[in-house]
């Protein structure tokens, strides 16, 4: 289970309204140990639990905006969901979400590049092609020149190869 300060400010200890009975989680089944808490980043203080049947109560402790707790904890049974029974915070929403939907401020950032990036590939690719295509234009139009000039010197030199490959001449 993660807990997760999302906010702009730090949650302090007197913002736990209810004590130690501010902050409770159902586990569903019975609660047999909590086998590791961690703290990221590890400067962050790391709250006091206690269990009583399938409730774990997470004691009153500053928990610093930004950080993260995680628990490990071991059950009685099969895994169930895990709600919030007690969230006692003076002006602190307590939100539950999925813990695959929580996205670091680091993982959104390079989300962000990502689409820039994204962008900017798709706008060079139509830029390519534009150039390319008016690139292939000009070339035409050189080739057309060229060719016409071939025209007028056979007319002058060659009438027969210039009636054979060359556009007849309107006269005006």
């Not at 807990?3 to 609660?31: A, C, H, T």
């Not at 703290?39 to 997470?58: E, I, K, N, R």
């Not at 007690?86 to 307590?94: E, F, S």
Request: glycine share 8%; hydrophobic share 35%; charged share 25%.
């Amino acid at each position: 289970m993660v807990i997760k300060n999302g906010g702009r400010r730090d949650i302090e200890p007197s913002m736990f309204s209810s004590g130690n009975d501010s902050l409770i989680f159902d586990f569903g089944v019975n609660i047999i140990d909590v086998l590791d808490t961690e703290v990221t980043p590890s400067t962050g203080s790391l709250p006091a639990t206690s269990v009583s049947g399938s409730l774990l109560h997470v004691h009153e402790s500053l928990i610093s905006r930004g950080h993260r707790i995680t628990y490990s904890v071991l059950v009685d049974g099969p895994e169930e969901d895990v709600t919030c029974t007690a969230g006692h915070l003076v002006n602190t929403p307590v939100v539950r979400g999925d813990s695959g939907d929580v996205r670091s401020r680091e993982q959104k950032i390079i989300l962000r590049i990502l689409a820039v990036l994204s962008v900017l590939v798709v706008g060079s690719a139509c830029w390519i092609g534009y150039a390319s295509e008016k690139s292939q234009e000009e070339e035409i139009k050189k080739n057309a020149e060229m060719h016409l000039q071939e025209c007028r010197y056979w007319d002058a030199h060659d009438k027969e190869r210039a009636k054979s490959e060359c556009p007849p001449i309107r006269k005006a």
